[in-house]
């Protein structure tokens, strides 16, 4: 079976790459690894990320 190539799934992707990059920039997080797989469906990678951003995500979470 081929798994074809979805430029939809692909472009949205993209898209909710730039926009979470964009909001925890907003907050002072920056994840180094933020990006996409290029697996079918596409997966968001958050990635690898020290103590001090992994305190920060929980502390943005937790006043949302």
Do not use: F, Q, W
Request: proline share 5%.
């Amino acid at each position: 079976m081929t798994i074809g190539y979805d430029a939809e799934a692909d472009r949205e992707a993209r898209s909710t790459v730039n926009e979470l990059r964009i909001v925890l920039g907003s907050h002072g997080i920056k994840l180094p690894s933020l990006g996409r797989d290029y697996g079918d469906p596409p997966l968001i990678t958050l990635g690898n990320c020290n103590l001090a951003t992994a305190r920060a995500l929980v502390d943005v979470l937790r006043r949302a």
